[in-house]
């Protein structure tokens, strides 16, 4: 099935319509290559939406295979890892990604993990892992 018939996308881009956008044309194509099941590279400059061009293609996946109840499921457990290399970054990507969630009436949670996160955040993390988790590299333990 092709990706702009899937349910996913059609929320989707509704959610971006409500709020005077649309989707670009290489988040559709990376969009798509996600739903195909391929890996790939997003070069795109600062400020073009390359978070939504991955970001969303995940939330897409979700929705389309829990269409009922993609609104309500809870601890989902690990959906996407999202490695940035600034702290910084990190908190700018995870209030971007949030609004999108809870705009969508989803209950995912985000969370960060760096250098700077404490001892009981990492713990918590590890009994309840967020669905997105947004790293640093010097986080990333293989």
Not at 15 to 33: D, G, I, M, T, V
Not at 42 to 58: D, I, Q, R
Not at 66 to 77: E, M, P, V
């Amino acid at each position: 099935m092709h990706l702009i018939q899937t349910p996913g996308y059609k929320i989707i881009s509704g959610w971006l319509a409500q709020n005077q956008r649309k989707p670009f044309a290489f988040q559709e194509q990376a969009w798509q290559h996600i739903h195909d099941q391929e890996s790939g590279l997003v070069n795109a400059p600062t400020g073009c939406g390359k978070t939504y061009s991955v970001f969303l293609g995940s939330l897409i996946q979700f929705i389309n295979r829990h269409l009922t109840d993609f609104q309500n499921k809870k601890n989902n457990g690990l959906q996407l890892l999202w490695i940035t290399p600034l702290r910084a970054l990190a908190k700018d990507i995870a209030r971007a990604m949030q609004e999108a969630i809870t705009e969508l009436g989803m209950s995912w949670q985000v969370g960060i993990r760096n250098g700077d996160t404490e001892v009981k955040e990492r713990e918590r993390q590890k009994r309840n892992m967020p669905e997105v988790l947004i790293i640093t590299p010097e986080s990333l333990h293989l």
